[in-house]
């Protein structure tokens, strides 16, 4: 549940200021936006439009930007697309077009009476992640994980998403796409199994870097202020909650869990000191008996064969040269 609303333009109307109130998440993040070009002299065109698109909400002023903001993963600007200029566009509708924001993804255009359902392109996103030389790697990764998360499971999409990933193997500057491909992939599969682990587990590997890069928490033009709220709470008993409803309480019930844990999610880096003392000890001669250290290293091989296995099986429909490379990863 999100709650939208933009602020009066400022008086020499260089920038514009909107809010997007995380109810499920018990807080709020406040976004300004410096308009390029010339300033309108009206201020009532400084009035963005607000369009739920599934977990997205679009945040559209038209002949400035377009801003995807991801109320899943909220926490880093580079998880949420940020387009300006002439990327900046809602298809067939024009700059000059008035528009109004329904439910269920319509826009209806108020010059022309007509009504359309508004969703996220693929190819266009695909598009972005091709043009590696002109494109900042934030918005990369914003597209890689829409991609990923919002449009899956697409196995033909995938497909050319590991082609893409085929064709730069080596890390980007602020991250790295093939440890972003599995992590998003495994994070919606579990998602969908069980909501109280998608607060614990990583869908991004930034997060294990000691300091996420500049790269990728700054976006030119844009600053966000974040505030945090006091704890929703349902007043009453309800019952025979489904769907929405269902999964908004249980969202909101988790808050005052995860709230005091300043880095609630798991951290691979967490338990790498263990594991090497771990591997330390079985490779010592006076600790080679030692069954139970022995079931935790056949344990843990277990579930790594588990994850390589559900890897590879992605893998299975490309090439023989792609198999390769997962394979050596």
């Keep these: 549940m999100c709650v939208c609303y933009s602020q009066p333009a400022c008086a020499n109307h260089q920038e514009i200021t909107y809010t997007i109130v995380l109810v499920h998440r018990g807080c709020s993040k406040t976004f300004s936006v410096a308009l390029d070009g010339t300033p309108s002299p009206c201020s009532t065109d400084l009035l963005p439009l607000f369009i739920p698109i599934g977990y997205y909400v679009v945040v559209y002023l038209a002949g400035h930007f377009l801003h995807c903001i991801n109320t899943r993963q909220q926490e880093l600007l580079c998880h949420s697309l940020f387009l300006s200029g002439v990327d900046a566009e809602l298809g067939v509708l024009g700059s000059d077009s008035v528009g109004l924001s329904l439910p269920e993804s319509s826009l209806l255009d108020l010059h022309t009476g007509r009504m359309f359902t508004v969703d996220l392109n693929p190819s266009f996103l695909m598009d972005l992640l091709h043009c590696s030389h002109s494109r900042p790697d934030a918005q990369r990764l914003a597209a890689l994980h829409c991609l990923l998360l919002y449009m899956g499971p697409n196995a ?18 602020n991250f790295d796409q093939i440890q972003e491909f599995i992590l998003a992939s495994l994070y919606r599969i579990i ?37 945090l709220h006091a704890e929703p709470v349902f007043k009453g008993k309800a019952r025979s909650l489904q769907g929405y409803w269902e999964e908004l309480q249980w969202s909101t019930e988790k808050i005052k869990y995860f709230e005091a844990v300043p880095n609630p999610r798991y951290r691979t880096s967490q338990s790498l000191p263990d594991w090497t003392k771990l591997l330390t000890t079985l490779k010592s001669e006076n600790k080679k008996s030692s069954n139970y250290l022995r079931h935790i290293e056949e344990n843990t091989k277990k579930v790594l064969s588990m994850v390589d296995s559900w890897s590879l099986g992605k893998m299975s429909q490309h090439s023989k040269s792609h198999y390769q490379l997962i394979e050596g990863l």
Excluded: H, R
């Design 191 to 227: 998602y969908k199994k069980c909501l109280s682990l998608d607060e614990v587990l990583p869908y991004s590997s930034v997060f294990e870097k000691k300091k996420v890069p500049d790269g990728l928490v700054q976006v030119p033009g844009v600053t966000c202020a974040t505030e």
């Design 156 to 173: 033909p999409l995938e497909l050319k998403i590991i082609d893409w990933i085929c064709d730069n193997v080596m890390p980007f500057d």
